[in-house]
């Protein structure tokens, strides 16, 4: 099942050369997958684009078989949430339980099931003893998790990340990430989620990683494809290497192929031996 499906899209900003021209991405239900790619590459426009904030010039986009079309797009917009790089934009209520309701009003959830709802969501990021707290006087890393709650109490069959830990220290950036693996374990192919970032260590994570340069997809494969055959394209974009990586590429014996943090570290233990 194709969760997202883009064919021959289009799309340029007022007065500027298209960014986009006959792009075409598949990403499959249950999918996890980092986009990543420099500035201005066409990441957050990509994000937009799919969930029809932005009206494209041409192409086809499909959401979980809906063709994104103007009658179509409030149907497409449930099955998918957005979590954004600034936290402090994407506050609307006066308490953290408000702030999750508000979406469920916007869905017409009935009244009577939003306290269960509102609970769940925020038990889940670990913040449901902040319910009553007002997002204003959060933590970033809470923010942040506040917002999540309030695209996973709308159950999204998508959630798009954009940059959703870039402002977070590491202890914040890990707390978010390990909510994110734990949906993933918990909603295995239920959940697609499309993470943009420019953490490669965070890319690494994924299932599949998809490089974007100047509105073209240049790199697209699992973590140990893309970070070891394109690890020269990697480089000539300007964009990092996971830490593993660098490890690896820095050792008189390198490992014989890609391998994640943990893996080379059940590596490294084998070669002490
Ligand atoms: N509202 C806008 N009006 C005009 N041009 C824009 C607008 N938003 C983005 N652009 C341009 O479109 C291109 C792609 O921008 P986009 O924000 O999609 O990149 P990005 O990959 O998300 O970058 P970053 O890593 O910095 O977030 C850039 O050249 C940018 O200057
Ligand atoms: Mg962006």
Redesign the pocket.
């Known amino acids: 099942m194709d969760a997202i499906k883009i064919d021959n899209l289009a799309y340029h900003?007022?007065?500027?050369a298209p960014?986009f021209k006959n792009f075409n991405l598949t990403i499959q239900a249950g999918d996890w997958v980092a986009l990543v790619?420099?500035?201005?590459?066409?990441?957050?426009?990509?994000?937009?684009l799919i969930l029809g904030l932005l009206e494209r010039d041409d192409g086809k986009i499909t959401v979980y078989d809906l063709p994104l079309t103007e009658e179509n797009l409030g149907k497409a917009r449930e099955k998918m949430g957005m979590v954004f790089?600034n936290p402090d934009n994407q506050f609307v209520g006066a308490t953290v339980a408000d702030d999750v309701a508000f979406g469920l009003e916007n869905q017409q959830v009935p009244s009577q099931d939003m306290p269960a709802k509102i609970e769940a969501a925020l038990k889940t990021v670990g913040m449901a003893a902040f319910a009553d707290r007002e997002p204003h006087y959060l933590s970033g890393g809470q923010k942040q998790r506040v917002a999540l709650a309030s695209v996973l109490a709308l159950q999204p069959k998508i959630i798009i990340l954009?940059?959703a830990t870039a402002m977070l220290d590491p202890q914040g950036r890990a707390a978010v990430l390990q909510t994110l693996k734990d949906l993933k374990k918990a909603y295995g192919d239920q959940l697609t989620l499309i993470m943009?970032t420019?953490d490669m260590d965070e890319a690494s994570l994924a299932d599949r990683v998809v490089v974007?340069d100047?509105?073209k997809l240049v790199l697209d494969g699992t973590p140990a494809e893309v970070f070891e055959a394109g690890d020269q394209k990697l480089k000539d974009l300007g964009l990092g290497l996971p830490f593993s990586v660098q490890v690896s590429q820095a050792l008189k014996v390198q490992p014989p192929h890609y391998l994640n943090q943990q893996e080379l570290l059940q590596w490294l233990l084998t070669l002490n031996k």
């Open positions: 900003y007022e007065d500027q960014l790619g420099h500035n201005g590459s066409g990441k957050s426009t990509l994000a937009k790089q954009d940059e943009i420019h974007l100047d509105g």
